[in-house]
């Protein structure tokens, strides 16, 4: 046995595995009795970026903020932000437990494989792209939670993981202080392409922890294009649940001021 798994299992001995949201003694960081209560989206939902209809809606269609075109070519998200999700990701991002990002990156992995509700050719991109953070924000929350997601994906499908195409070059007001279409105008300009003999005709994958209006994940997408990416597809763990939704009634406000999508 190699002193890497004893250590291991040492350390099992001394500090027992414990779910990073519910903290009840299990061998996963997202146990199982907690991702039975995840909202896993499935169709019916929005053929570009994924949003869910109302179950009633039977014929593959485009939402209303679809219907005038996105700098994106599909979006896709694993599961609602209510719940366990929510918890996970609140203690995944706010409060260090980096555990919990092989589990969502494995989640996405799933996902692609599968070519999500929807499908979507994941699989058939050049290369992963994580969502930058601003240096001052990495320095503050010490890690980089999109760059943590992008290995277990990158495995999964096979692909390589460019985290130096797209640089976060302005810090901006952190989107959870910020309000509806006022997203969009907060992260305007505040990416740029590098290395952009990489991107002309590739088709890559965005990846970030929640999607919340899309307003971050559109200026990615848009900056990626300009520079000659021909399609981009953007994998997020959750993804706000619309408004017809009873989660959005539940977490309506977002009294905890995190609701992510920076």
Known sequence: ??????SRQLADLIFPPRC???GELRDSPFCETCRGEVEFIAEPLCVCCGVPFEPAIRRP?????CQTGRYFTGARAVGLYTGPMRDAILRYK???RRLLGPVFGGMLADLALAGGPGGLPFAAADAIVPVPLHSRRLAW?????????????AEGLGLP???DVLERTRDTTPQV?????????????AFEA???????????ILVDDVFTTGATIIECARTLRKAGVADVYALTVARVAPVWHPASFRGAGDPDGLWGDE
């Open 94 to 96: 706010f409060h260090g």
């Open 177 to 189: 202080q910020v309000r509806g279409r006022k997203r969009l105008q907060n992260v305007r300009g």
């Open 61 to 65: 269609q485009l939402c209303s903020e």
């Open 20 to 22: 990073q949201v519910c």
């Open 141 to 153: 929350r010490g890690f980089d939670q999109a760059s943590l997601l992008c290995q277990p994906l």
């Open 1 to 6: 046995m190699s002193l890497a798994n004893v």
């Open 161 to 163: 993981v460019w985290d």
């Open 194 to 204: 590098r290395k952009t003999w990489r991107l002309g005709g590739r088709s890559v």
